[in-house]
């Protein structure tokens, strides 16, 4: 339990104890955030007074307006960085623009993925390596280039987005179970070896969220099955979340914001399952 100094100080010599709702000062590196659960994130980030580095595909013109939405609505700096999560060189020049642009690096959340729906026999090689580029080694890429710089400021936060699909497999999704099984791992090996420094470093497993690109498909299954709206969420997407509901993207902001402040400290090499209680059973 934290203790206050015996002798008499300031109140500007005690330590700054960080609560969920304040993040004034702190800068994010979010991958994959230019939409879905990144986008929230990140917006959750800048909404408490942090600055944001948006990343991500999509139409420049829509993320520049993102972008300038966000920083003018919170009064924060957001800037946005086009790092291919295939290349690792572009991938560390994100982290080292984070730190040149707004000074520092607080947060680091390795949210980028991809995802490929075929049998183990008939899975295309180049999806297999493009999912494991993208979902796992692009989480080794930006954690290596982090940890130098946070290990300098004395404190630092990474939060790696695995899955409901790093604890336990589904069928025909070989080379996202194998890489979400991967970024679990890497998160347990990370913490173990900055857990003296300051740093921790934790995943979050979502089960199904909602997003926009999931409201789409949902549309999409349920013309081609030619099944209600609601049969493709209970019987088809959610069938394996007991409460039959989507995460919702505030839902995981909320434990991500818990995990970058103070009180969240003391989780490390941890994996928080988000899921419906997919993965209790």
Not at 95 to 118: F, K, M, P, W
Not at 202 to 214: E, H, K, Q
Request: aromatic share 6%; glycine share 8%.
């Amino acid at each position: 339990m934290f203790q206050w100094p015996r002798k008499d100080t300031s109140e500007t010599e005690r330590p700054v104890f960080r609560a969920p709702d304040d993040l004034k000062g702190q800068v994010a590196v979010i991958s994959g955030s230019t939409s879905g659960i990144g986008l929230a994130l990140a917006r959750a980030v800048a909404s408490r007074g942090g600055d944001v580095v948006l990343n991500g595909l999509g139409d420049p013109s829509e993320i520049e307006r993102t972008r300038a939405e966000m920083e003018a609505s919170c009064g924060v700096r957001v800037r946005y960085h086009a790092a291919n999560m295939l290349k690792g060189d572009e991938i560390a020049d994100m982290v080292a623009y984070a730190r040149h642009q707004l000074g520092r690096l607080d947060i680091l959340v390795n949210n980028a993925g991809i995802q490929h729906v075929e049998a183990v026999e008939k899975f295309p090689t180049d999806k297999w390596e493009q999912i494991i580029a993208i979902n796992l080694s692009s989480t080794f890429y930006a954690t290596r280039a982090a940890i130098p710089i946070m290990k300098a400021q004395g404190r630092g936060r990474i939060v790696n987005i695995a899955s409901a699909h790093g604890l336990v497999a589904s069928p025909f999704k070989s080379a996202y179970v194998a890489a979400k099984h991967g970024v679990i791992g890497f998160t347990k090996t990370v913490a173990l070896e900055v857990a003296r420094d300051g740093i921790t470093c934790n995943a979050i497993c979502p089960g199904f969220v909602d997003t926009p690109l999931v409201q789409a498909q949902i549309a999409d299954q349920a013309r081609t099955r030619g099944i209600s709206r609601e049969k493709v969420i209970t019987d088809v997407m959610l069938e394996a979340q007991p409460t039959k509901e989507f995460v919702t993207t505030d839902q995981l902001a909320g434990m991500f914001l818990y995990l970058v402040s103070d009180l969240g400290a003391s989780a490390n090499g941890a994996s928080f399952s988000i899921d419906g209680g997919w993965t209790a059973q």
